[in-house]
């Protein structure tokens, strides 16, 4: 991100649980709050105002009305929040960051940001694609399908007056850091032309490389917007994530990632997602977090 020119940081929290199926991401927000997020922020330089929470639906007293995309109305509402406040702060030349909740946040992420720029591009740092449809998916879990929902790949059952769909350029996707993968979210992937960074590609390529080749795609008018999944991450260095595959990224990994975004300073936006303190150990998935967010912003080691 390039920090010369965007100075501002806008933390909008978004405690979104109706995603996923484990109780606990709802917290996420405050967790990386309490790990001194703007605190860090603060001491590289950038002033931050953080808009505290949008408003969300509490699970007991919503209504399940449809399994293959469960919660759908009550995740579109919140994330027409989320992206209603994305719009303004992009607008104002703040640089907005997202602290989820379950990755169904990012429909409102991308959609403010392709509302107020048009379609862009993402890099989708996750262990899932997240490229599902109430068709393919095997949960009927929209935090899986954020990313399909963000390609226009969901149909009419995503669509608000909040934002554009297609939000994204298919070509203007890269994944890095994925492991888990179903049937159908495969098929997507290849029909949509998305590039896709396995880890079995990262052990050889090593990450500098995906993360470069990464950035080539991304880069582009309009915007480039960073979603990171925490479970990403091996679960050896951030526990605290719903859903865990062994394998991921290392710690160091994960921040050279972070520091090759700073260094490109294409980024101009910033999600994290999936933090669970209920599953942490001593709020260290969280602190990592803030962490990265630091990296990702131009932190650097000397």
Not at 162 to 190: F, I, M, N, S, T
Request: charged share 25%.
């Amino acid at each position: 991100m390039n920090a010369d020119r965007q100075r501002e940081v806008a933390i909008i929290g978004a405690p979104l649980d109706l995603g996923q199926d484990r109780r606990g991401v709802d917290m996420g927000p405050s967790a990386m709050r309490s790990a001194g997020l703007a605190e860090r922020l603060e001491s590289l330089g950038f002033r931050v105002r953080d808009h505290g929470n949008v408003e969300t639906a509490v699970r007991e007293a919503t209504a399940l009305r449809d399994e293959r995309a469960q919660f759908l109305p009550e995740i579109k509402e919140t994330c027409e929040r989320i992206a209603a406040k994305v719009a303004e702060e992009t607008t104002a030349g703040a640089i907005p960051l997202v602290l989820g909740g379950d990755h169904s946040v990012a429909l409102g992420t991308l959609g403010g940001l392709a509302a107020a720029h048009g379609p862009g591009g993402v890099l989708w740092i996750d262990a899932h694609s997240d490229i599902n449809t109430p068709e393919t998916s095997p949960s009927g879990n929209v935090h899986g399908m954020a990313l399909g929902a963000a390609l226009g790949l969901g149909g009419d059952a995503f669509a608000s007056d909040a934002w554009p769909l297609p939000a994204l350029d298919p070509k203007r996707v890269a994944l890095v850091g994925v492991r888990q993968l179903d049937d159908g979210e495969r098929h997507l992937l290849r029909e949509a032309g998305v590039r896709v960074f396995t880890m079995s590609e990262i052990d050889r390529i090593g990450v500098e490389r995906a993360l470069r080749e990464s950035l080539d795609r991304v880069a582009g008018p309009n915007f480039v917007h960073v979603s990171l999944d925490l479970d990403a991450l091996d679960p050896e260095i951030a526990p605290g994530v719903g859903t865990p595959v062994r394998g991921g990224l290392t710690y160091r990994e994960a921040h050279l990632a972070l520091e090759l975004v700073a260094e490109s300073g294409l980024a101009g936006s910033l999600e994290v997602v999936e933090v669970n303190p209920i599953l942490d150990r001593e709020n260290t998935t969280a602190l990592t977090a803030v962490e990265l967010v630091a990296s990702a912003l131009g932190k650097k080691i000397f």
